[in-house]
């Protein structure tokens, strides 16, 4: 066997490799490692980003967002009468003004929409990685795992933040176009002005960023956890659909209160003249508390998990 084809494992053979090294100019430190090596520097948040932004299935989310306001414009445009404008529940009242088309809009895709785009940031995130087989190569690179995983959480949760944001403001936009900027109606009859609906809508988009919490730390366990990207987003929207079939059965009394999904819509609590901060508050807690748990969880699995894809 040639001496290039040689796997050197003995001191000698050690010392002749930093000295090829050193002739090419790159010190090699006691442990191994290149001098000048600095793990900030690898996998940097904006290139990270950028790489996701790049990818169809990022374009084809926002993309899809921003034509929904257009899609449920036209059904009413072209689907319904003005007899029951302002009577009834959000469905009723969505095109009384713009606030009230944003309400009805977060009211329709807050329970599957929204969250489905959580878990597909976050439940992507490192199981798409593993399944393209390049999770090892980031590693070997190196990337501290710790610095991975942060690096990856914190694009899918600025990628969801985003979304969760975007609708809403294009919901906004073409309420104000075609419905105008009037008073935001809620069911029960409260009215609160156009200043006022826009301060609730920052505070719903804040809310919903919490409350969806629960499902990215639990979408980013399972992508941890399989190398399989589907595997990981469907398992988060089954637990979610799972938890909103449970907290419609009255049998359970207070158990649904520890449900993940039993707070959702407490956001509409904002459409009022006196707001009740209950709910919003123990909803906020709740996904906290589970997003908290979920996340440790995975933080846990990376760090002792063999990485072999």
């Known amino acids: 066997m040639s001496t290039d084809h040689q796997v050197h494992t003995d001191p000698a053979a050690i010392d002749e490799l930093e000295q090829a090294a050193s002739h090419e100019h790159l010190a090699v430190a006691p442990d191994g ?47 319904t009468s003005d007899g029951a404008r302002r009577s009834g529940g959000f469905v009723d009242l969505a095109t009384a003004s713009a606030p009230n088309f944003v309400v009805f809009t977060l009211f329709a895709s807050g329970s599957f929409l929204l969250p489905v785009i959580v878990a597909l940031f976050f439940g992507d995130t490192v199981a798409s990685e593993a399944s393209w087989s390049s999770l090892k190569y980031l590693l070997a690179m190196p990337i501290q795992r710790h610095r991975l995983m942060r690096q990856k959480t914190l694009t899918s949760g600025l990628l969801a933040l985003s979304a969760i944001t975007l609708l809403p403001l294009v ?20 009215a609160i002005s156009f200043g006022d609906s826009m301060i609730a809508l920052v505070l719903t988009i804040c809310y919903l960023a919490i409350h969806l919490s629960w499902m990215a730390g639990l979408a980013l366990f399972l992508s941890v956890s399989t190398d399989a990207p589907l595997g990981a987003v469907g398992g988060t929207v089954l637990v979610s659909i799972l938890s909103q079939i449970l907290d419609q059965i009255t049998a359970l009394e207070n158990l649904r209160n520890y449900l993940p999904t039993h707070y959702g819509l407490a956001w509409s609590d904002l459409i009022s003249s006196d707001p009740d901060w209950t709910n919003l508050t123990s909803g906020a807690f709740s996904a906290v508390v589970y997003a908290a748990i979920f996340g440790l969880l995975a933080w846990r699995r990376f760090q002792t998990k063999d990485i072999t894809s």
Not at 33 to 48: I, K
Not at 65 to 70: K, S
Not at 182 to 190: F, L, R
């Open 33 to 79: 490692s290149v001098v000048g090596y600095r793990s900030g520097r690898t996998l940097r948040l904006r290139v990270e980003l950028a790489r996701q932004l790049r990818r169809r299935r990022t374009q084809l989310v926002f993309g899809f967002l921003v034509l929904l306001p257009f899609i449920l414009w036209a059904a009413f445009e072209f689907g």
């Open 171 to 190: 919901a906004l936009l073409v309420g104000m176009l075609f419905y105008g900027t009037g008073e935001a109606v809620s069911p029960t009859g409260d």
